[in-house]
């Protein structure tokens, strides 16, 4: 395994552990959900055009990077609309089903053959994610679980967009769907006023949940395989538990803890498959 894909995937993990926090800190804060989304995307934005160390008015829009924005402005709204609702197991699972229409936009979009082994893997990691939402499952409400799906659509999007970024940052894309993001969500703001507990949880979740995370997910995007791409932030909804268990002393259940151990088994044997497979071919 070259250096780069190592520090890809190391980057995929520090997103995933960032985007982990979301859900705790999102209950901390009292405030209009469209309100929170947008705020929290202001904030990202500020971080990624420090990070990027260039104006917003020097960045280039061009088609594939304005609908990679598009994208995953509405990955940000579906998720925050499924939420409200339908359950968030359901809307997680939902959100999640992700790796099946990665592997097939990765066919018509970016021309990448799935391999065998990497539709075993999706099988394997959606019925560990089956399992470990089960006892929170439940038939929820249509039009939060049909937004629920169509988040998932918006997360494999996202992913395809990035892979076919051939100017400029990958950065970029996501800074500009976060102000996208920030515009829509600017009406909501004058609804309440939120509590300095909720600023400071809005700070939180804008500079490391939102803004940090996607830089190192858009760093590690050119060197990671689009089904990698998504499937091993996985650890972000499994991490989610072990947070409220340590913030609230929840603890999961028997089948949350048999899934999250399949699909973490899931995503470490196709890593290790893989990595085998081309070193054999050297």
């Given at each position: ?85 339908t ?52 038939s ?20 395809i ?44 979740l ?63 044997i ?13």
């Open positions: 395994m070259n250096k780069q894909r190592q520090k890809a995937i190391l980057y995929l993990i520090i997103a995933s552990l960032l985007w982990s926090i979301g859900g705790l800190f999102i209950k901390i804060i009292d405030w209009n959900p469209m309100a929170i989304a947008g705020a929290r995307s202001g904030i990202a934005s500020i971080v990624m055009l420090v990070f990027l160390k260039k104006p917003l008015w020097h960045i280039k829009l061009g088609k594939t990077k304005f609908l990679g924005a598009l994208t995953y402005t509405s990955l940000l709204i579906f998720f925050v609309t499924a939420n409200k609702f359950t968030a197991a359901n809307a997680i699972l939902l959100q999640f089903t992700s790796p099946v229409w990665v592997a097939l936009f990765s066919s018509w979009f970016l021309k990448e053959k799935v391999k065998s082994y990497d539709w075993l893997a999706i099988i394997a990691f959606i019925s560990g994610m089956v399992l470990f939402f089960i006892g929170d499952l439940n929820g409400n249509l039009f939060g679980n049909l937004i629920g799906l169509l988040s998932g659509v918006s997360m494999a999007g996202v992913v967009f990035l892979k076919l970024q051939n100017e400029g940052s990958p950065v970029e894309m996501t800074l500009v769907g976060n102000i996208m993001m920030l515009i829509i969500g600017l009406p909501f703001f004058f609804i309440s006023t939120p509590s300095f507990e909720s600023i400071l949880a809005l700070l939180i804008g500079i490391f949940q939102l803004g940090i995370s996607y830089i190192f997910y858009t760093l590690s995007i050119k060197y990671v395989s689009p089904v990698e791409a998504i499937l091993i932030p996985v650890l972000e909804p499994l991490l989610n538990p072990i947070w409220v268990f340590l913030a609230t002393g929840e603890s999961p259940g028997i089948y949350a803890f048999i899934g999250g151990f399949i699909v973490i088994l899931t995503v470490i196709r890593g290790i498959y893989q990595q085998r497979k081309e070193t054999s071919t050297y």
